[in-house]
């Protein structure tokens, strides 16, 4: 599926999607004073496919580096570009702390 399968014309905007080499395909950032090292459990937990994430954030598959941004209470995907025949394992990866 190439990019403009997924977004319609109407709903692209001008910006321009990041690519990073293969070798390299990795949840990247700019800004590191908007992100916070925090040695939580929460990050080693593993969550199968379809089950509902409690934190907000980028979650990893842990067994082909798949990431995808998740919603707190919205199930995880079911499915995805798996690349190997692992089982789908999906571990939060940068938590998105919301504002009180
Ligand atoms: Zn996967």
């Given at each position: 599926?190439v990019?403009?399968?997924?977004f319609?014309a109407s709903?692209r905007t001008?910006?321009t999607r990041?690519?990073t080499s293969r ?10 004073k908007?992100l916070l090292r925090y040695?939580?459990d929460?990050f ?13 954030g980028?979650y990893?598959?842990k067994?082909?580096g ?6 707190e209470?919205?199930?995880?995907p ?7 025949n692992?089982?789908i ?6 938590y ?5």
């Amino acid at each position: 599926m190439v990019e403009s399968d997924r977004f319609p014309a109407s709903h692209r905007t001008p910006l321009t999607r990041i690519s990073t080499s293969r070798e390299k395909s990795m949840a990247s950032y700019k800004y590191g004073k908007y992100l916070l090292r925090y040695e939580s459990d929460q990050f080693d937990k593993e969550f199968e496919p379809g089950s509902i994430p409690y934190n907000s954030g980028i979650y990893r598959c842990k067994n082909c580096g798949e990431e995808i941004a998740a919603t707190e209470g919205v199930p995880l995907p079911a499915q995805h570009r798996h690349s190997n025949n692992l089982p789908i394992v999906w571990q939060l990866l940068v938590y998105a702390a919301p504002r009180d």
